[in-house]
């Protein structure tokens, strides 16, 4: 190889981009190359390394006496870990004719220690390593929007007048300080806001008396964010209550500014705040479908800028639900305004789909409603198909307010509950997990509430029966072989060299956390948010709770990124991914993601004895 194309080779081994133009010419002058025979031993354990070893072709086996630990192959390095302690736990085995740049052990530390990001990496928890990477693959200037703090924006300042000044005094004030909101204070030093449209809604068509108290047109109830909160969970807390501006506040609980949507919006640029608007300011159906037909373009936009994937599925996920509820409102007959509760269940109810894959819907109405069965019929049938034509697809399983299995009162769904957990099929165990994933969409969320504790109650004393729910992931495999490598589906023909993510990773990961959160009575749905507090329960240990959240987020953003690709050639959607089209970097993460999947599957199986079940 030629200089020029040493220097290409070295940098396209992560972490190695990171080294500098002269750490890069220190490497590519101080390399050697070397050819093996196979079945040479390269490095034997418990002896002093002497060379970091990058792999141009070939095969070579880490061995522990005659076990086969990990294999590694072109494009892949070892050992630095073992140039680092000093000393090589494993033996180094070529199993077939290896050729590798060696490159001396000094010059491997010494760089090491000059460049933090190789420090950094050499010496993080595999966590650290899958978190890492979730910034290191997007622009670096663009993933500064997951770290901007609230205090980063510029904020309007916050005026405090009494509550009792006087309407004409209030807009002077207004004027003179180039506000657009206003802050009062009442005697109880409760704080209410006051925006320019109030004067003009409320005074000038009402035809105020401007010597008026401007406290009658204010609005209390008002929400307040930190100045070191991320700017993402301001627009989150936006998005969520439909509001247009945040109180903001420093470390001392003292107001210190205002910060409203346009001041997001110019600083996001990805137009979700006027997409929440123009939800909540639709008037027909028409209109309603065409703001929800531009959530792929949030989506992609959102994941250009390096946002990471768990902060899209929210913003997107509560954007449908407004959707949800605005449609149900619009069609929903008045008998079952406030006599209802519209859930939304599995990926959608967890906040973990992204990008629309399938309904997963069910109505609950209280035992009080009444509304005939035929006016309940074409409510649900007209819901169903608007929202096909919304571009979410029909459910396979046919799990939608269609079907009236997903469509009942209260009481008949707790009966449906107790037959789900005192006398189980298989389908009864998927349904379960389906409903424990609920979120309330529109209406009285107390109606889900009390199902979900009966639930708990119902299967508070059936030990049996959380092993059998648990158990499904027994049907799955991960796709990671003995000696790392993937697994492929040899019966797959139409997706020959390709993973399916949700089967082997994503799903083992959702099951094995919601049963141990179902078990544990846990009322939470987000699997990241129950794995915090199954960590809290003491149920999981802090380092392994950290690996599943970055090994969770990895798989869905991978999914994620492999489906926007199909989206712009015009391919389907599904689960599946090419190893081949990862880089070296991924490929490594998504091996380690699923050692993590491996993991908590064993644990699952010790936990419920899965395999005596």
């Known amino acids: 190889m030629s200089i020029h194309e040493q220097l290409a080779f070295i940098k396209e081994i992560h972490p190695f981009e990171n080294l500098t133009k002269s750490q890069l010419d220190d490497f590519v002058n101080n390399l050697d190359i070397v050819y093996f025979k196979k079945n040479i031993i390269i490095q034997e354990a418990n002896k002093e390394p002497e060379n970091l070893y990058f792999i141009i072709k070939g095969v070579v086996q880490e061995k522990k006496e005659e076990e086969v630990i990990s294999i590694y192959s072109n494009k892949e390095i070892f050992d630095p870990f073992s140039l680092i302690e000093n000393r090589s736990k494993n033996s180094f085995i070529t199993a077939q004719e290896t050729i590798c740049y060696l490159l001396p052990k000094d010059i491997f530390i010494k760089t090491l220690h000059k460049n933090s990001s190789l420090e950094s990496f050499f010496f993080q928890s595999i966590s650290q390593k899958l978190n890492t990477n979730m910034v290191d693959q997007k622009n670096k200037e663009l993933a500064n929007l997951m770290v901007a703090k609230v205090k980063d924006v510029n904020l309007h300042k916050a005026v405090i007048v009494p509550y009792e000044t006087t309407i004409f005094e209030a807009v002077k004030t207004i004027k003179k300080e180039k506000i657009p909101t206003l802050l009062l204070k009442n005697k ?76 997001l919006s110019s600083f996001f640029a990805t137009h979700s705040f006027s997409v929440s608007n123009e939800i909540d300011n639709a008037q ?143 389908d009864d165990y998927m349904n379960l997990a389906i409903f424990y994933d609920a979120m309330a969409a529109s209406g009285n969320r107390e109606l889900l509430i009390a199902l979900k504790e009966y639930l708990f109650k119902i299967g508070s004393t059936s030990k049996t029966f959380y092993m059998y729910f648990a158990k499904t992931i027994m049907d799955f495999n991960v796709p990671l072989g003995f000696f790392d490598g993937f697994v492929f589906d040899s019966k797959d023909k139409e997706h020959k060299n390709e993973i ?114």
């Open 284 to 426: 027909n159906l028409e209109e309603l479908k065409k703001v929800c037909l531009s959530f792929t373009k949030i989506i992609k936009s959102l994941h250009a800028k390096g946002v990471k994937v768990d902060f899209i599925s929210k913003l997107i996920n509560r954007l449908n639900r407004k959707v949800m509820d605005k449609l149900f409102n619009m069609l929903a007959p008045k008998t079952l305004l406030g006599n209802s509760c519209l859930i939304v269940m599995g990926s959608e109810g967890r906040g973990e789909q992204i990008l629309k894959t399938d309904q997963d819907n069910a109505l609950i109405l209280s035992d009080e409603c009444k509304i005939s069965k035929k006016e309940l019929f074409d409510f649900t049938q007209k819901f169903t198909e608007t929202l096909v034509d919304f571009g979410f697809p029909r459910c396979e399983g046919n799990i939608m307010v269609s079907n009236p299995y997903w469509c009942r009162t209260k009481s008949e769904f707790k009966d449906l509950i107790y037959n789900w957990i005192t006398n189980p099929s298989k």
């Open 188 to 263: 109880d030093d409760e704080i209410y806001i006051v925006t320019d449209s109030d004067f003009r809604e409320k005074v000038i068509l009402n035809r105020m008396d401007f010597d008026d108290i401007v406290g009658k047109i204010s609005s209390k109830g008002i929400k307040y964010i930190n100045e070191n909160e991320f700017l993402f969970n301001a627009q989150l807390l936006m998005t969520k209550y439909g509001l247009k501006r945040l109180v903001v506040k420093n470390n001392e609980n003292e107001i210190i500014g205002i910060i409203d949507q346009i001041s």
């Open 500 to 613: 399916d993510i949700k089967r082997g990773g994503i799903f083992i990961i959702v099951q094995s956390i919601r049963a141990l959160s179902l078990e544990h009575k846990l009322m939470r749905v987000n699997t990241l948010k129950r794995v915090q507090e199954l960590e809290n329960k003491g149920e999981l240990e802090a380092e392994f709770a950290s690996e599943i959240k970055e090994a969770f987020n990895f798989l869905l953003t991978l999914k994620l990124k492999s489906n926007l690709q199909k989206l712009d050639s015009a391919q389907k959607v599904d689960n599946y991914i090419d190893p081949e089209k990862l880089n070296t970097m991924e490929k490594d993460l998504l091996k380690e993601s699923f050692k993590i999947v491996n993991k908590l599957k064993k644990k699952l199986e010790h936990h419920y004895k899965l395999n005596y079940v």
